[in-house]
């Protein structure tokens, strides 16, 4: 059976069809909590829309709702917008999600909220410090009240022991971190592999590091 080596932190809602999952997770989540933070959730009454862009920015929320002892009653009149099915999957566990965003970028969830009426809304957008601001531009561009918010950091992590990339047939990278943590801990993208990579954002990641790697391939 081929194996296939996955780097992100949950492999549980990935399945490589005849392929055996060796999770290696390449990056590690440290939630932050500050001043600004407890501040940003202390005003959850009040916001009309709360926008998930990945499962660990769904994790690390409710996480910190339940250690900063805020009852999830409050988002039950919020509209609550998830990119792509794996993310809506992690929202369902602790409450309800209003729409799934299907196109899994931030340029997808842009394309969704230009369809939605904006007047009156109140945007709340917690998120990695590494993420992109395609969500955050929209929304000065188009003088929408929001709250910006970074809830937690990506950092590499080197668990041992290391797998030996002889023995594996496939690699999944998960985000464009897990490509750049990858290269730290591996020093090189192997050729002689099948490269997955898991949203369109990631895809973009890996074809840039492999033109700059190996311009002429």
């Known amino acids: 059976m081929r194996k296939a080596l996955y780097l992100g932190t949950d492999p549980s809602y990935y399945q490589a069809k005849g392929a055996q999952i060796i999770h290696y997770p390449v990056i590690q989540i440290i939630p932050r ?4 933070i407890q501040a940003a959730y202390s005003k959850l009454a009040n916001y009309t829309h709360l926008l998930f862009t990945s499962k660990n920015t769904v994790q ?7 250690d900063l002892d805020i009852s999830k009653n409050l988002l039950e ?14 929202v369902k566990k602790y409450t309800h999600c209003s729409f799934v965003v299907e196109e899994e970028t ?5 394309a969704f909220l230009r369809t939605q009426s904006l007047e009156k809304t109140y945007f709340f957008s917690p998120r990695s410090s ?3 601001n395609v969500i955050l531009d929209f929304f000065q561009k188009n003088h ?3 709250q910006d918010c970074f809830i937690y950091d990506t950092v590499v992590q080197k668990n041992q022991p290391i797998p030996h990339l002889e023995d594996i047939d496939e690699i999944i990278f998960t985000s464009p971190s897990t490509i750049k943590a990858f290269l730290e801990i591996f020093s090189a993208i192997p050729l002689d592999k ?10 973009k990641a890996l074809s840039e ?9």
């Not at 909590?33 to 600004?36: G, I, L, R, T, V």
């Not at 931030?106 to 842009?110: A, K, L, N, S």
């Open 144 to 146: 929408i009240l929001f």
């Open 130 to 132: 590494l993420s992109r």
């Open 33 to 36: 909590m500050d001043s600004y």
């Open 77 to 90: 009149p919020i509209t609550i917008i998830a990119i792509g099915q794996v993310t809506a999957s992690y």
């Open 106 to 110: 931030q340029e997808g969830m842009v």
């Open 60 to 66: 690390v929320f409710f996480q910190q709702l339940n």
């Open 209 to 217: 590091i492999k033109a700059l790697l190996f311009p002429k391939v």
């Open 194 to 203: 099948k490269l997955t990579t898991i949203g369109p954002i990631t895809q």
